[in-house]
């Protein structure tokens, strides 16, 4: 097992213009992934060349403001193919969101990717998570149901359960969940705060990633945080992990404003190794 905590050291990337292939050019795709009767809007950063490629997943946080496409473009310069999309009940995806429907739309897309993995040129032996806050909750929690998928990126991760371990009534719950600072009522959100956070507060083991350590112990995993309240987290992973696991904790803000080259050298990095 590879366990380090180090800092990021990386500030300048290497970028030039790629050369299309002219048989199979690089181009972006929109894509409608059918979620039994319902459809989430996406979209496909396809690589270079008639190949199959290797395929990184970004997941989005609460709402998802922050995209993380500055990263799509670049590993999709390295030769995979990137996908985006909302979760059901986000952002004109059809549904109803909920935390537990985000995990489940991201097994189904990883679905959707085996079943078109000729058309889209997708390598599905190798497919990367990269989740982003609530998104990083996503992906720890679809790792665990994703044998075939071994590496996960979480960045910033929300861990809502612990965010709400100590909440005992729908009264204090909605108090908090309607907090400007930590979320509020989103318009691109199907749901309401009721439904959104009653799970949570009826089933806090499921939600508090502190109980996932060992489900967790054939993974690859990359935590970085802009504070240090994860790191219980961090060493519960850890401790259990006998693949490889790197967390680290940068000077930056929640979407990483000043830190994008490093974070990019850092997926880069991880995706390759």
Not at 143 to 156: D, E, H, I, M, R
Request: charged share 20%; glycine share 6%; aromatic share 12%.
């Amino acid at each position: 097992m590879i366990s380090t905590y180090t800092f990021a050291q990386s500030d300048s990337i290497v970028l030039k213009d790629l050369t299309w292939d002219k048989d199979s050019p690089a181009s972006s795709t929109e894509l409608l992934y059918l979620q039994e009767i319902l459809l989430l809007a996406g979209l496909i950063y396809s690589a270079n060349g008639l190949q199959k490629h290797p395929t990184l997943l970004l997941l989005h946080g609460y709402p998802g403001n922050e995209r993380n496409l500055d990263i799509a473009q670049v590993v999709r310069s390295h030769g995979w193919n990137v996908i985006y999309f909302d979760y059901r009940g986000s952002w004109g995806s059809q549904g109803k969101f909920s935390f537990n429907n985000c995990v489940e739309d991201v097994v189904n897309v990883v679905v959707f990717c085996e079943k078109y993995q000729d058309s889209l040129k997708i390598d599905t032996s190798r497919i990367v998570l990269f989740g982003h806050s609530m998104g990083g909750w996503v992906c720890i929690k679809a790792l665990q149901q994703l044998p075939t998928v071994k590496k996960g990126f979480a960045l910033s991760t929300w861990n809502i359960g612990n965010d709400y371990k100590n909440v005992s009534t729908e009264k204090e719950m909605l108090r908090l969940a309607n907090d400007p600072n930590t979320g509020g009522k989103y318009f691109v959100l199907n749901t309401s705060l009721k439904d959104l956070y009653t799970p949570v507060m009826h089933n806090q083991t499921y939600f508090n990633l502190v109980n996932d350590g060992i489900t967790l112990a054939d993974k690859q995993i990359i935590m970085i945080d802009e504070h240090e309240g994860n790191k219980k987290l961090a060493d519960k992973i850890k401790e259990n992990n006998k693949s490889y696991f790197d967390y680290e904790v940068w000077q930056t803000d929640h979407p990483f404003s000043n830190k994008r080259v490093s974070l990019i050298n850092k997926v880069l990095a991880f995706l390759e190794r």
